[in-house]
């Protein structure tokens, strides 16, 4: 079983910043992509970032040049660093993983950690 882990929810004035964490664990061989999801209420989820193993990025248009996703191979961790921060980013962000177990390629999300921007 793999266990996907958020940390670094918070609240915040807007123009702040956070730094989200999400450390992968339990019994696998390797993880592939690596994505930060976030939920506002009443709105579907929505993908804000990707990585790859080369690291590899993408965004949505509207965290671009304000967001940074990184991520550690060795510590099976990815993070995402926001900046500039506005009251819309508000929501709940969700670690989503595609990770090789002994049945294949899987995917896994974690619980999600609160973001509140406040104005």
């Known amino acids: 079983q793999v266990q996907l882990v958020e940390s670094g929810g918070d609240l915040v004035q807007a123009g702040g910043s956070l730094r989200l964490s999400c450390a992968a664990s339990g019994s696998f061989f390797s993880i592939n992509i690596m994505r930060w999801y976030r939920q506002a209420p009443g709105d579907q989820r929505e993908l804000v970032a990707g990585i790859d193993r080369r690291s590899n990025t993408n965004y949505a248009d509207s965290v671009k040049g304000r967001f940074t996703i990184s991520r550690d191979n060795a510590k099976n961790t990815v993070y995402l660093q926001m900046n500039s921060l506005k009251p819309e980013d508000t929501g709940v962000y969700y670690c989503?993983?595609?990770?090789?177990?002994?049945?294949?390629?899987?995917?896994?999300w974690g619980q999600g950690t609160q973001v509140t921007v406040s104005s």
């Open positions: 989503n993983a595609d990770v090789y177990v002994q049945e294949g390629l899987k995917n896994y």
